[in-house]
């Protein structure tokens, strides 16, 4: 069975009008929904963009990744 929801899942997501605790995803702890990620997140998607950084050995590299 297959559910749409109009917004990205946290802890809960509502099918009609009844919540439910959310365990399908990665989102299962609703860290995503909190504020001071998602400001964090869009600070740094604004500094080092949204590429993946698979490739850090045989390419440039951000500071970071020595920071990590």
């Known amino acids: 069975m297959i559910h749409f929801i109009d917004s990205f899942p946290g802890r809960e997501i509502k099918i009609g009008e009844k919540p439910f605790l959310y365990f399908g995803g990665t ?3 609703g860290v995503q929904t909190h504020n001071d ?3 964090t997140l ?6 080092y963009g949204t590429g ?4 850090r050995k045989s390419n440039v590299r ?3 990744f020595d920071q990590a």
Do not use: D, H
């Open 27 to 29: 989102a299962y702890l």
């Open 52 to 55: 993946y950084g698979a490739s």
């Open 37 to 39: 990620f998602q400001q």
């Open 62 to 64: 951000f500071s970071i």
């Open 42 to 47: 869009i600070k740094n998607i604004k500094t």
